[in-house]
């Protein structure tokens, strides 16, 4: 790849902070080390040109055998493309900066080795505190907290907007646990680890407040997702929107969009399938809503303010997320979220588990930055 270019002065951090970065994700997240096969996919548009060549340098600097791809974007799990594919069959690692990741989150795929996908592909993510954090302290969070909400037989998610949102856990199907299971119910690793395991709603009831509807990253649209003019509180039937409250306009623009969406691919655009929220205390908002909605929720669903629902289809994670703010949510009798803190960060345990790693108050801030 080519040379790095000179920081600028727009950037926040220096290119030491990215380098940090990229060796937090390269050995505490993908345990690359000498000898490691790494393929490194990128995407035009999505990853920082700059930051695809540090990653790929300090990958070749821990002694890897590195293999880069740039391949453009990917319409649908129907277009998967072929030669990248093969590719990550064979490498011991592969690294994602690269929105096909969203496809493979979910779903089976051929080969063994580690995959991880990259959220931080910009200078001023790959270079920020929610980069540098050890990559194994939201793993040891994970895996505290997951066991203590799976232990809980119901939910119930309320927000300052009039969310009230409820429903019974539904029982997942026993699977046996990988190696280093990072404890956030994915079969592909996410850099940094930000966000709860899924929970499943199709017998779900209650009110939703809805201000966006934003790509979950399965299909690509000519209009990949909307903001109201004005909040709309739907009503959740059994897993389903059957009635809207709000302006008439914003009515009207949500009824369409999950209309059109639905008709593209051939799905009730009114299912909500699933949900979950955001654990990460230093995951930030580096754009708006109103400057990029995609890269905005991209980014901050990992953030404890944010919990996301999946929205049009049975399957998860449905073709889009409706982002809900500062929710409080509780697991049975138990709050776990109160208005967008994740109360659990406070534990003495959680705290000794982080402290192996780094100083507690330093990883678990609380970035409140959400760009809303």
């Known amino acids: 790849m080519g040379k790095v270019e000179p920081i600028s002065t727009q950037h926040r951090f220096s290119e030491e902070n990215v380098r940090a970065g990229a060796r937090n994700l390269l050995i505490n997240g993908a345990g690359v080390t000498t000898g490691t096969e790494v393929l490194i996919l990128n995407q035009p548009g999505l990853v920082e040109p700059a930051v695809a060549d540090i990653i790929e340098e300090e990958a070749r ?136 395991p899924p929970v499943m709603s199709m017998k779900a009831n209650g009110k939703l407040a809805i201000r966006w509807l934003t ?82 929720m991209y980014m901050i669903h990992g953030n404890p303010r944010i919990v996301h629902l999946h929205t049009v289809g049975t399957a998860p994670p449905g073709e889009m997320s409706i982002p809900i703010v500062d929710p409080t949510i509780r697991y049975g009798d138990k709050t776990f979220w109160n208005a967008g803190k994740l109360v659990i960060l406070d534990d003495p345990e959680v705290r000794e588990l982080v402290a192996k790693y780094q100083d507690p108050d330093e990883a678990l801030f609380v970035d409140d930055n959400i760009g809303v």
């Not at 998967?80 to 011991?92: I, K, V, W």
């Not at 994915?186 to 930000?194: A, D, G, M, V």
């Open 61 to 196: 600097a821990l002694g890897a055998t590195v293999y880069v791809m740039w391949a453009g974007s990917v319409k649908g799990p129907e277009e998967l493309p072929g030669p990248a594919m093969a590719a990550m069959q064979n490498c011991e690692v592969t690294i994602f900066n690269h929105m096909l990741a969203g496809l493979l989150r979910l779903i089976p795929f051929d080969g063994t080795g580690l995959k991880l996908l990259n959220f931080c592909t910009t200078w001023d993510t790959l270079g920020s505190e929610f980069a540098r954090v050890h990559y194994r302290v939201m793993m040891e969070v994970m895996q505290y907290f997951g066991p203590k909400l799976a232990a809980e037989s119901s939910y119930r998610i309320t927000c300052p907007l009039g969310t009230d949102y409820y429903g019974d856990m539904e029982t997942p199907p026993a699977t046996a646990k990988k190696k280093g299971d990072t404890g956030d119910g994915f079969s592909l690793r996410t850099f940094p680890i930000s966000v709860s």
């Open 215 to 296: 790509p979950a990253g399965i299909h690509e649209f000519d209009e990949p997702g909307i903001s109201l003019p004005s909040p709309v509180l739907a009503t959740i039937k059994d897993g389903r929107m059957v009635d809207f409250d709000g302006a008439d306009d914003a009515v009207a623009e949500l009824r369409r969009f999950l209309e059109k969406i639905g008709d593209l691919t051939d799905k009730d655009g009114y299912i909500i399938n699933s949900w979950h929220a955001g654990t990460n205390p230093r995951c930030f908002a580096h754009v708006t809503p109103e400057e990029n909605l995609d890269a905005w």
